[in-house]
């Protein structure tokens, strides 16, 4: 069982600039295909995908659906988590571990992004990927670069 909160730390020029609660995996930290669990090591910021969309739009495939989670039915949220707001892909930068073969966090589709219920940050949740709330992931967005690195720990 996996105790206390996870946090995204932002520094800048050395020096720490913010600290958010995010959402890990329910499953296991690990770099493995298949395995649904958040990729720890050194990766960076592949692509930055939702620039000018609304807060809370639901993406599908990295495109945003032009819907806010708010207006889809129930039955259409489930107990799954959603990709709003904003999208940081990311991708491994250590061979082996992160990067190539079926450790690769890029091919695994695992990205930085907000979710349709920001009460449940903070808790495990998800299947791989880091999860914000909406309006930190807008936040984040907007100061991170393609190329920025970001250290995720097990």
Known sequence: MRTGRSLLQFWEQGALVKSYVVSTSKAPPSNVSGSLG??????EIADRIGAHQPPGVV????????????????????SRCLI?????????????????????????????????????????????CILLRNADIVELFERVRVGDQVWITA
């Not at 958040?38 to 990766?43: E, F, S």
């Not at 993406?59 to 489930?78: K, M, N």
């Not at 709003?84 to 990205?111: K, M």
């Open 38 to 43: 958040t990729p720890p090591g050194l990766h």
């Open 59 to 78: 993406f599908t495939a990295r495109v945003p659906s032009g819907r806010h989670y708010s207006e889809l039915p129930d039955g259409e949220l489930g």
């Open 84 to 128: 709003t707001s904003r999208i940081l892909w990311l991708r491994g930068l250590e061979p082996g571990v992160n990067a190539g073969g079926n450790v690769d966090t890029h091919r695994r589709y695992i990205y930085l992004h907000g979710t349709q219920d920001d009460r449940r940050v903070g808790q495990p949740w998800g299947s791989g």
